[in-house]
């Protein structure tokens, strides 16, 4: 265990044990590539397939470890977040797995699909005002209620350990990568692979993808402390909240480079990696591919990885329609 | 080697060399399950992702075998075929790797992005009025002119036993199979199948699966002979073609039952794949899923695989915007 200051960084040792932990309930999900991405790039690319997880996201790593590391008297009492996206419905996903109650906050205004998701696996949805004020309070009142363990979306020692396993996949299926390119919203994903890469295999680069849109980690990068973006807006939704303290910690110390794309040039590649790969995924998890589109002299003749980190869209609302 | 009539029927040993030949122009295909389409099933089903094979499709199984087994001098004149759907592109695929002339002979109103796919592979696309007659003149000058080897979409024992290997990789990834459905067309891949399972896992039960508004399989099976459709239409495009002396062979011998599905029925299971299993796949690969969800006193409590056949789909027309 290291400590730095009171924030407890996860080991490589964390990720070991999560990866004991959590192998029964998620995928070794596959790596897929294409002559013709390949081509277009110059790189060879190995497309680490993530939205085909349990859950249909990366995130049912972390939850999964998180859930599965409680302690019975814990779990009784059941898991609660708050979170819109992946997190809330891969955390009911983990909680229905091992019986226990999970109690995800949500806006009202939240796509009905992400509440039906938390419900499919058994969790329960309860709602608050579309502000951070209400938001925390409606969360107060959840854990006062049922004594329930908050498990952070990103900012958790134990949802990073579980995130990295996924790259320590990565590197036994596909040999000598020279880079990984993930995208980053609160940072989750890239602090888990920073993670095991560090560790494991320290001469591989890690660059985090970003909309220009909710180009946050790109200017935090830059000034080198968090600065979190005012109402981003951008079609990769999964990728709108703000670093904190833990993640910040891993981009910051091993993360070479920040990339962003325009919406455009993300929509653009997460069409082209439908057509291509024929595979489902989020617009978030197109970020990375744009990237590498955009910026083909740092890629080009190097064996990268791609992390396509979620397949949750709605079929009925493509960005290309 | 096995004659009936003047007919060749494909044998193990085929598909075994088969799958030798083409081992390194095709992918080993992924097999995909999903918990929450098992629940709505009661079957244990195994999704064999042909739609993230080379090209897209199962067809550059049977194509690579076709083009891989032909003798030097008769690779140089090249090969032929006429397709306006998979086959096409998946021919142009396996000559490009082998670096032999493709010509594909495609009426003028096939869709833009079928004739593009050809020439993406290095083919030469060469068109014809929309009708038997005009087909059958073009592609007797195309061979005429260039000697190319024709080879047939399914009615060829090559290319029944490249299909066939799909079957071989599919009962060394998932044990003790009860079933397998296929969606059935013109009876390559089911004959390929039956070709495989009939000699490796004969307990294995065949299912074919084909649109009700292109029942000509479904019809053929009862009455005892081939009964071909009359200018039938569905979201099914691939299905739409005729039995043919050699696959009819298969399906008469080694099919256990044929079931059918609507239109909607077909858009709906599609749909419910692609949103919980993450992948891209046409509507054709959509036809078995539809029927078993249809019959499902058939599947129910039985490990059932599911053959995905391919992922060629236009992304900005999908069938239920």
Redo the contacts between chains.
């Keep these: 265990m290291t400590e730095a200051g009171t924030m407890y960084i996860p080991t490589l040792e964390d990720m070991l044990e999560a990866r004991r932990r959590i192998a029964p309930y998620v995928h070794r999900t596959?790596v897929?590539t294409s002559?013709?991405l390949n081509e277009l790039t110059g790189a060879q690319l190995f497309f680490k397939c993530e939205?085909?997880q349990?859950a249909?996201a990366f995130k049912a790593r972390g939850a999964s470890n998180a859930v599965f590391g409680l302690l019975d008297e814990q779990a009784v009492r059941g898991v609660a977040t708050h979170s819109s996206g992946n997190h809330g419905s891969c955390l009911s996903y983990a909680a229905g797995r091992r019986g226990v109650p999970c109690t995800v906050v949500m806006p009202r205004t939240a796509p009905q699909a992400k509440k039906d998701a938390v419900r499919?696996y058994g969790g329960r949805v309860v709602e608050c005002e579309p502000s951070l004020s209400s938001r925390e309070a409606v969360f107060a009142e959840v854990v006062a209620e049922t004594g329930a363990e908050f498990v952070h979306p990103y900012n958790d020692p134990r949802v990073i350990a579980g995130q990295a396993t996924c790259s320590a996949e990565l590197i036994e299926q596909v040999d000598e990568l020279d880079a990984v390119v993930a995208p980053i919203g609160g940072g989750g994903m890239v602090s888990g692979t920073c993670l095991t890469l560090s560790n494991l295999a320290p001469k591989v680069r890690i660059y985090a993808a970003e909309p220009e849109q909710a180009d946050d980690v790109y200017r935090s990068f830059k000034a080198g402390h968090i600065i979190a973006d005012d109402a981003p807006n951008t079609v990769a939704d999964g990728l709108k909240v703000p670093l904190k303290d833990l993640t910040w910690h891993f981009v910051r110390n091993h993360v070479t480079d920040i990339q962003t794309a325009s919406e455009q040039e993300i929509v653009d590649a997460m069409?082209l990696i439908?057509?291509r790969?024929?595979?489902?995924?989020e617009p978030s998890s197109a970020v990375p591919f744009a990237a590498i589109l955009k910026n083909p002299t740092t890629f080009a003749g190097r064996r990268v990885g791609v992390i396509i980190t979620g397949?949750n869209v709605d079929?009925?609302n493509?960005p290309?329609?």
């Design positions: 596959p897929l002559r013709i939205n085909l349990k249909g499919g069409k439908w057509k790969l024929k595979i489902v995924m397949g079929l009925d493509l290309w329609n």
